[in-house]
């Protein structure tokens, strides 16, 4: 969408300016963006926060625990060593020290992630813990395919974070949410003039708005969809174009995500690091193909094969019982 709205050239602007804000937040320790206009996802199994010490009372970013060594979340968020960053147990209230927190260990970056400019390219990021999380299962990974199809096709979705939750007149937000909160939303077919420069198949886009969104402190938060009655990991929250706890959305408001169906290889060393076996993106259901039948028809001394999925005989002829 090219446009010449001077809306978009501001929100343009106001957007990366808060980006290198919550950069500089996240970079010296101080939290960056979570959810506006969403409910409670206390006790969500997915969404952990990052941490800056271990009794840190205030997430500077969000992650999805996939496995229980692995978190998923947006490579801008791990700028320090991943020994600095502390992991809470999922969907807990950061209040509560007590709760189990374990150290990172390593992380992983794609190659070609960069921040020499806004929006960042392949912000997508892994960190392994140095101990795994009790009782956690391994999350399916959507596929590529699906998740264009699912652009397409405006499916809904659902974001889940730690950030903030209160409007501003301008970002960045103030405190990050101590609990995490989910707001269902749709994914967008339209991509905004603002990511033209994002290569294609590396990032989703969802839709938000000022009553609705993703704020300061859900960097890296999961974006996840219901497949089937149960939840696939599609990516993490990387940036948007408005709103984000601000007052305003003069333009299409979307926010945009890291893909791990684009860094697969990323995917399977961090796994292999930790001696597990990669999770296979999920694939769509696929229905088993129907299987023709055969039937003889007779007619006299003339007869006649016809194969259908239902076949019947043509007029005239009489279907041929299997005892004669």
């Not at 590396?202 to 938060?221: A, L, N, Q, W, Y």
């Not at 009655?229 to 990387?238: A, D, R």
Request: hydrophobic share 35%; glycine share 8%; aromatic share 6%.
């Amino acid at each position: 969408m090219k446009t010449n709205n001077p809306f978009v050239t501001k929100a343009r602007i106001t957007t990366i300016v808060a980006a290198f804000l919550a950069f500089t937040l996240v970079s010296s320790g101080i939290p960056a963006i979570a959810i506006y206009g969403g409910t409670p996802a206390t006790n969500n199994t997915i969404v952990v926060g990052l941490l800056n010490s271990q009794s840190a009372t205030l997430a500077g970013c969000s992650g999805a625990l996939v496995a229980p060594r692995i978190v998923m979340t947006a490579s801008h968020c791990l700028t320090r060593p991943a020994e600095s960053f502390w992991i809470s147990a999922p969907g807990t209230d950061l209040r509560d020290t007590k709760t189990l927190r374990i150290q990172g260990e390593k992380h992983f970056i794609p190659a070609n992630f960069s921040m020499a400019s806004f929006p960042y390219q392949n912000d997508f990021g892994i960190i392994v813990l140095k101990s795994p999380f009790p009782n956690t299962q391994t999350l399916e990974i959507a596929n590529l395919v699906q998740v264009n199809t699912w652009m397409s096709e405006e499916s809904s979705v659902m974001h889940v974070g730690y950030g903030c939750t209160a409007l501003v007149e301008s970002p960045p937000c103030r405190e990050t949410s101590p609990t995490p909160n989910q707001l269902t939303t749709v994914f967008s077919k339209e991509v905004p003039n603002q990511f033209d420069s994002l290569v294609k198949g590396t990032f989703s886009v969802t839709k938000i708005s000022v009553d609705k969104t993703i704020c300061g402190g859900d960097s890296g938060s999961p974006l996840l969809k219901e497949v089937s009655g149960k939840l696939i990991y599609v990516g993490s929250q990387s940036s948007s174009n408005g709103a984000g706890c601000t007052k305003t959305c003069n333009i299409v408001c979307v926010a945009t995500q890291g893909l791990p169906s684009a860094n697969i290889e990323l995917v399977e060393s961090a796994f292999s690091y930790v001696g597990a076996v990669a999770p296979t993106p999920t694939q769509a259901p696929v229905k088993p193909a129907a299987k023709k039948i055969t039937i003889i028809c007779i007619k006299g001394k003339l007869t006649k094969k016809i194969s259908n999925l239902s076949p019947k005989c043509p007029a005239g002829y009489k279907k041929k019982s299997s005892a004669s």
